[in-house]
């Protein structure tokens, strides 16, 4: 069984592993307008949505997740659209990490080399994330130290040199979205009616700090942050601290790509099981291997996938990932709702402190956003 600390890591992988392709909010929105950006789209979405997530996963501690709250909200035709919708976002999602500037067959062995852990455990990727997490995060702290001496406020009176403002809702989606990843292997918590909500709110919290102290520590070092794209910190942690920072920097976001596919994969292999066990996915897929007790049928489909989806370039790959996973969570937000309707006394061992309204109030900007981000 997974405790906090473990499921923490997992939510910190499937929502961001560092804060290296944030950059873009920067040089879109300019420093202050682009971290305020981040900060209310981590109140206005993510929260939210770990929210419904810890009141939902107390309320149906087991593998498959939003699945079976759509399913108990709208039936089985929603939950259908919702467990295809949020599956092929993640299996889709997956293919980003091991495609970084490589060849087809370099990318398949590391597709295969990323694999393995999960097939051998979950509690072995969970705890394993742990220490990743702390790794992938250290050079980070180092630059922010590095940057002190460097630190120039003026650079946060400058101004972008092109205002985009859709494409940093994109970015903020794509950089704190996907609280609900940890419902899907509710069933491998421990306690998760206790578990889940801890490990999401310190993860809400988490992912603001690991985002918003490298950004500002690199605004403030570099005059240049309206040319920021994707990895422009490892430029600024070389410029701060030396090409042995901007190394470190390197080797962590190649550590944090794993961890990041094997959190992904994770969540997937054990949503694909759940689904089978509800009678929405064929079901063979709920097959456990029996004596490591990892869903390997689930995990060996994904990676027939993502070895024909990791031919694709960076861009599409994320179009597809977001469209579906933005979808996805309109239907969660929305049954979050019904089932506070249709099944008021259903038991919830963790409850968001709010009527049925306040639900929706809740809810309703981040529907707003997800439609937007669709669009």
Known sequence: KLGTLAVLAVVF????????????????GGPGFG??????????????QALVTAELSSAFPDNGGYSLWVQAAFGDFWAVQE????????????????????EYLYRLLLLLAFTAPNCLSSALVGRGLVGLGLFVMSPYLALVVAALPRARPANFRLRPTKFKPAAM??????????????????????????????????GCLLMVVCYVLPLTAGVLADEEWAH?????????????????????????????????????????????????????????????????GTPLLAILFQLVILSALIGFDFESIMCIDNFF?????????AAAVQLRRRRPAMSRPFRIPCGTAGVAALVALPIVIALFVCV
């Open 35 to 48: 971290l305020c950006a981040l900060v209310g789209f981590a109140a206005l979405f993510s929260l939210p």
């Open 83 to 102: 467990s295809y919708w949020s599956w092929f976002s993640g299996v889709v999602d997956s293919a980003l990490y091991p495609s970084c500037g490589a």
């Open 228 to 292: 920021w794209k994707d990895g422009s910190l490892a430029h600024v942690a070389q410029l701060v601290g030396g090409r042995w920072l901007g190394g470190w920097v390197l080797a962590s976001s190649a550590l944090s790509n794993w961890g990041l596919f094997s959190s992904e994969l994770l969540e997937d292999s054990f949503q694909l099981l759940g689904m089978a066990e509800a009678g929405l996915a064929p079901r063979f897929f709920a097959v456990r291997h029996p004596r490591l």
């Open 169 to 202: 809702v994109s970015v903020a989606y794509w950089s704190l979205s996907g609280f609900d990843s940890v419902s899907t292997f509710a069933g491998e918590v421990e306690a998760p009616h206790r578990t889940l909500p801890r490990a999401l709110l310190c």
């Open 13 to 28: 992988f499937n929502v961001s592993g560092g804060p290296l392709g944030s950059e873009q909010l920067i040089a879109y």
């Open 325 to 333: 996973s933005a979808a996805a969570a309109t239907l969660e937000f």
